[in-house]
């Protein structure tokens, strides 16, 4: 990104962006440049984003969401606070500049910090239970309002109908390839048709949903270690009540992240999945609903089939969405995460008595 460019965003949002102003990346996204500006001579920092219209094609959504979100946080008493937007020169919460880049700006909260990985069965909880508590304390938000960023991001009806889409186009190498995963996914339809089953039943209500749950979303104080609040709200939308948690389940219950093809490593680790649904299920309070909470265990089982799916098309695609560094990444990566949904299978059949097929 263009310094210059970047110091026209600054002034865009009414920040100063003289020679007392420092400008730094922040954080390590794939997908959005984001920056920390700070002034020196104030002692005052905002956060200056560049949003990725590629990925995000109506960005003026993401900004819509945020807006309603913090209002509605601000309304209620002891809430969690998410940043404070800025508002450009233009009196718009977005601002455009020549090349067509979509500039978005918040302000900095001091004194935070990010983990990168859940060290131990707390972290978990404390994840978990944040994600949960802020869905709750939404509750009151009219979803007809929010605005979906992502069609059918959890849609596992839609998932799986590319997944099938993907054998009808593939070539014979990559299905030779890939026999024993599809027809081990394919087994595994059962998924599609709960998912079916629950998508207009008014017992599963959509829910505003975070849909990107992992630890380094959530900032936490340096001082005491207690959590701020939820960050990278992007994704915000409408969501199933099994997003969020299944894919906390997916990415912190794992023993081994979905890169590795170290496949007799890959498990379960079974307190940090009863610790992530303890945390979770102690945050969410008591709108979820008496079907939601049977059907708890659904959640890890969905995410970590759909994201098998997904890995799985991508390869038969030919690798067109993920980045890949060697011709079968996805491929493996599709492996890793039906052995990682076999291993839950096995423990949720073992410890809670449930089967979903």
């Not at 219209?53 to 960005?59: E, G, H, I, L, S």
């Not at 104080?221 to 299944?246: A, H, Q, R, W």
């Not at 969410?284 to 959640?299: D, L, P, T, W």
């Amino acid at each position: 990104m263009n310094i210059e460019i970047v110091k026209r965003a600054v002034d865009a949002f009414g920040f100063d962006a003289g020679e007392n102003t420092s400008i730094q990346l922040l954080g390590n996204g794939l997908i959005n440049h984001t920056f920390k500006i700070t002034d020196s001579h104030h002692q005052k920092s905002i956060v200056l984003q560049a949003i990725n219209t590629n990925v995000f094609t109506r960005p003026e959504d993401i900004l819509h969401n945020y807006k309603l979100v913090f209002d509605c946080l601000g309304k209620q008493a002891n809430a969690v606070l998410i940043p404070a937007p800025l508002i450009a020169k233009t009196g718009k919460l977005y601002w455009i500049d020549e090349q067509d880049n979509f500039w978005r700006a918040s302000e900095f909260i001091n004194n935070s910090y990010s983990p990168i990985i859940a060290a131990d069965e707390q972290s978990a909880y404390t994840v978990a239970n944040s994600f949960a508590r802020f869905t709750q304390a939404l509750s009151s938000l009219d979803i007809t309002k929010v605005k979906e960023i992502i069609s059918r991001f959890h849609d596992l009806d839609f998932r799986y109908r590319q997944f099938e889409e993907s054998i009808k186009n593939s070539s014979i190498d990559l299905l030779l390839k890939s026999t024993h995963l599809i027809a081990e996914l394919r087994q595994r339809k059962k998924l599609v048709d709960f998912y079916n089953l629950i998508k207009h039943s008014p017992d599963y209500p959509d829910r505003v949903m975070h849909h990107d749950c992992k630890i380094s979303n959530i900032l936490f104080d340096k001082t005491n270690g207690e959590v701020i609040c939820p960050v990278d709200l992007d994704t915000v939308m409408p969501g199933k009540y099994f997003s969020d948690l299944g894919d906390m389940i997916r990415s912190m219950a794992c023993t081994v992240d979905e890169n590795s093809t170290s496949w007799e490593e890959i498990d379960i680790r079974n307190s940090f999945y009863e610790s992530i649904l303890e945390g979770y299920l102690s945050g969410i309070g008591n709108i979820f609903s008496a079907e939601e909470k049977r059907n708890i265990h659904y959640s890890g089982l969905i995410l970590i089939f759909m994201q098998s799916l997904r890995f799985a098309a991508d390869f038969l695609n030919g690798d067109v969405y993920y980045k890949i560094n060697y011709p079968e990444q996805n491929l493996n990566r599709a492996l890793n995460q039906l052995i990682l949904l076999e291993k839950l299978e096995d423990f949720l059949k073992k410890q809670y008595k449930f089967d979903p097929y």
